[in-house]
């Protein structure tokens, strides 16, 4: 109880360093509400700040360097009102007090995202032991030091885009090879946000980047979103166990809770608890197979998924040149913690949209498993890592 006490002092000293970091006073308020000086700290030793993107129609993306993640992202609904359809926090506080406000909202995640079984990798016959934060698996990287919970510096910005870079040294939770990497977000006048990540590393090693901004494009995230449309454009999915594990086998989804080949709401099967992945999972936070990608290379030309909104005409359309999709319906939403403006987000609120490598990918590539040959997640020096993600918006009338 001793360390455990120690622990929460640090952390409420640290909250209310940063809390006292901000002030309202003569600040130009974010098309979402957000005030830029709530951004404006020290964190991990280094500068913290909100920046906000724009393009010729109106539409806003608000970011912070702590994560490279999307704070808010503001596109108009079908009577032209601006409408923030991602979660998050209102201020650096919460984002970097992972100890009572723990969150990946909107991050750019790595060094790995997704689950390693066992928290184990092997590079080149040698086993390296990562740091386990998920019934002894390692998720989105390990512990709480994943790259979501990093301060990246910002390499170049315009009023359209930003590049986040960040540099992880040999080891970095157990991770071998120096990584120097960078997330890329550039607003387009069509309404789409492109999302490049990049990447090399000195020794081999796995890198597999993604965002994870939680969608809800209702425009009242206080209510479930479970009446959102979505649509998934893959023939199978990767089946997994209660610990969310791929178990190796690709199946089809015909004739499944997870047929989204035709665009149906969440509410259809999302409490399907008959069937066991359903059960499992609470809900949706499966890898889908691609149809976009086929014989090692990813079409990001064609739209991989697609969410709607009934209620605000909204539609996002995904695009990737990644192999799998993590569709994740926040089923560990509803914790009672009050987010943007307030709010306290009940489950089922969003969906996230996470191109991937195939979860798992380190174990069942090097164990040569039927149908993770294209899910190659290892880097050698002197290959660079791409991976793009683009979310297009647009009204549905």
Same mark, same amino acid.
């Given at each position: ?7 929460? #002092? ?19 308020? /974010? ?60 201020? #650096?506080?919460?984002?970097?007090? /992972? ?85 890329? +977000? ?57 610990? +969310? ?10 004739? /499944? ?20 992945? #359903? ?55 509803? /914790? ?37 040959? +294209? ?23």
């Amino acid at each position: 109880m001793g360390k455990l006490r120690t622990k929460l #002092i640090a952390a409420t000293m640290t909250v209310a360093a940063l809390a006292a970091c901000g002030s309202t006073t003569d600040t130009q308020m /974010t098309e979402s509400g957000l005030n830029p000086k709530d951004f404006d700290s020290t964190v991990q030793g280094k500068k913290t700040e909100l920046i906000t993107l724009k393009n010729s129609n109106g539409m806003e993306v608000c970011l912070t360097n702590y994560g490279a993640r999307i704070v808010s992202l503001c596109v108009p609904d079908k009577n032209g009102k601006n409408t923030d359809v991602v979660l998050g926090y209102d201020n #650096i506080r919460q984002y970097a007090d /992972t100890l009572n406000s723990p969150s990946d909202f909107g991050s750019c995640v790595g060094r790995y995202a997704n689950r390693i079984k066992n928290a184990k990798l092997v590079v080149e016959g040698k086993t390296y032991n990562l740091r386990p934060n998920d019934h002894g698996n390692c998720l989105h990287g390990g512990a709480n030091t994943g790259w979501q919970n990093k301060v990246y510096d910002v390499q170049a910005k315009t009023d359209s885009s930003i590049v986040f870079a960040i540099t992880s040294p040999d080891g970095d939770n157990g991770f071998p090879g120096i990584v120097k990497a960078t997330a890329t +977000y550039t607003l387009k006048n069509n309404n789409t946000l492109d999302i490049v990540f990049q990447a090399t590393t000195d020794k081999e090693t796995v890198v597999n980047m993604t965002n994870h901004s939680y969608f809800n494009l209702n425009g009242n995230p206080s209510k479930k979103g479970e009446n959102q449309i979505m649509y998934i454009n893959a023939d199978s999915f990767t089946p997994s166990d209660s610990l +969310y594990i791929p178990t190796g086998e690709i199946k089809s989804v015909d004739g /499944t809770p997870m047929d989204f080949r035709k665009p149906h709401a969440l509410a259809e099967h999302i409490n399907e608890f008959s069937y066991d992945q #359903i059960k499992n999972a609470t809900g949706y936070d499966h890898n889908w197979v691609l149809n976009t990608f086929k014989n090692g290379k990813g079409d990001d030309k064609t739209v991989a998924a697609s969410l709607y909104s009934p209620v605000t005409g909204i539609l996002l359309e995904v695009f990737t040149n990644e192999p799998g999709l993590q569709v994740y319906t926040g089923n560990f939403q509803g /914790t009672g913690i009050p987010c943007k403006h307030g709010i306290k987000y009940p489950k089922h609120v969003s969906v996230c949209f996470e191109s991937q490598k195939f979860p798992d990918s380190p174990t069942k590539y090097t164990a040569h498993t039927a149908g993770w040959e +294209y899910s190659n997640p290892y880097l050698k020096p002197g290959q660079k890592y791409y991976s793009h993600l683009a979310f297009k918006f647009s009204v549905k009338k």
